[in-house]
């Protein structure tokens, strides 16, 4: 019996050069042995019109117009639980991002919002179409104005804090870099920020499939930060966090390296507490931790934030049915709040279900555009519960 009439393709089957603009890896897709895995592993599959077992088989098959103009791709949150969980190792969230590129290459189907994202970021230098230059408006209303903020390319500093799209400009997500800020004066941290110096990291547009418009921004943050010599760069976004440790080496000119470290803000608070430089003070709340994707996943940071947490007294950390490198996506990423938003309420409202379920009065998280999308759901679903970063945390629990 021939390896086609058993249903198992060669390479033989394949074009491969349409295969390498789709998965640079792409022998890997050979592999599949079409367990559904992935399928049922994604959160959006119930809006896709291929679960994406079925997808790896077209793509198998060399059913390009079929494949190109399937829905599936743009509505993956790239949440990697697929990724994780195929026993054949096959990088199937990136596979759906390349045929990101693939289709903005061909120019077909690309959704209007990911054109105008693409627009705005190449305009503003930020996901928003805000003026660039205002990116400290976060910093407005702070009980007091921390000296440190007022110059904001000083150099030599311990923390150049990377603030990210979303706190430097939606309001709900401001209190993060605010906490943040407050709790290294109180530690006596000497930091610094980018200002309107700081570009959109280049996330959003890398997962929209726009690879080749990260360099500049990686290229301007790079030059930026370098020049100010700090010892860390932390960043309270788990999205900047995972492109600065994962894209931007390629845009180092050859040695990969940055000259500083780079750190999320819960493994910097980790650090803090571990060296004895803040303290807590008593918290009695029951809470439960929310893993992003680009934190957990992505780089296996699960420790860290939880070290945070246990190390406030009297706080109860209960873990949701999902936790680790098996949490549930919060529906925020990959770019499809902004294309599908029905997509991100449903995953969203579920997530939130499973934290409800652990009678946890708080939801922790690390990441602001979790902290934004859980906010999102509670307030849609009339659900009473609070949703607050790490960092606020921390900032909550100190002892002042
Ligand atoms: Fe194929 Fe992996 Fe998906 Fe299973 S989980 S169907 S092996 S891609």
């Given at each position: 019996m021939s390896p086609k009439s058993l249903g198992v393709l060669t390479?033989?089957?394949?074009d491969r050069q349409f295969m390498k603009q789709v998965e640079p890896a792409w022998k890997k897709v050979l592999t599949c042995f079409q367990c559904g895995t992935c399928s049922v592993s994604c959160p959006a599959i119930s809006l896709m019109d291929y679960p994406p077992r079925q997808l790896w088989q077209l793509l198998r098959l060399g059913l390009r117009e079929q494949v190109l103009h399937s829905r599936t791709f743009w509505l993956c949150t790239q949440c990697y639980a697929c990724t994780a969980r195929c026993p054949r190792g096959i990088m199937t969230s990136e596979t759906m991002r390349n045929l990101r590129e693939w289709a903005v290459a061909e120019n077909v189907g690309v959704p209007a919002a990911i054109l105008k994202l693409r627009d705005t970021v190449r305009a503003t230098y930020n996901i928003l179409n805000e003026n660039n230059a205002a990116r400290l408006i976060w910093s407005r209303n702070l009980p007091a104005a921390p000296a440190q903020l007022q110059t904001a390319a000083r150099a030599n500093v311990e923390v150049l804090l990377f603030t990210g799209c979303v706190s430097s400009f939606y309001p709900m997500a401001y209190s993060i870099p605010q906490s943040l800020v407050q709790i290294l004066e109180q530690a006596k941290i000497s930091y610094a920020t980018l200002g309107g110096e700081e570009w959109c990291c280049g996330y959003p547009l890398y997962g929209a499939g726009m690879q080749s418009e990260v360099a500049a921004l990686a290229r301007h943050n790079i030059e930026r930060v370098r020049a100010l010599a700090p010892q860390n760069l932390v960043a309270t976004c788990s999205s900047c966090f995972h492109t600065w440790k994962h894209l931007y080496p390629a845009h180092t000119n050859g040695d990969g390296a940055f000259g500083f470290a780079i750190l999320h803000a819960s493994e910097f608070l980790a650090r803090l507490l571990a060296d004895k430089r803040i303290k807590m003070a008593k918290l009695p709340w029951v809470v439960t931790y929310h893993d992003p994707c680009d934190l957990g996943r992505k780089h296996g940071v699960y420790d860290a934030p939880r070290a945070v947490i246990q190390n406030i007294p009297g706080i109860t950390l209960r873990e949701m049915?999902?936790?680790?490198?098996?949490a549930m996506c919060c529906?925020?990423?990959?770019?499809v709040a902004m294309m599908e938003t029905a997509v991100t309420d449903d995953i969203a409202a579920r997530r939130l279900a499973q934290a409800v379920s652990t009678g946890a009065e708080a939801i922790i998280s690390s990441c602001q555009q979790c902290k934004r999308t859980l906010l999102g759901a509670a307030r849609k679903t009339k659900t009473r519960i609070k949703i607050l970063d790490v960092t606020e945390l921390v900032w909550q629990a100190m002892e002042k």
């Open positions: 390479e033989d089957c394949l049915a999902n936790h680790r490198a098996d529906g925020g990423g990959g770019d």
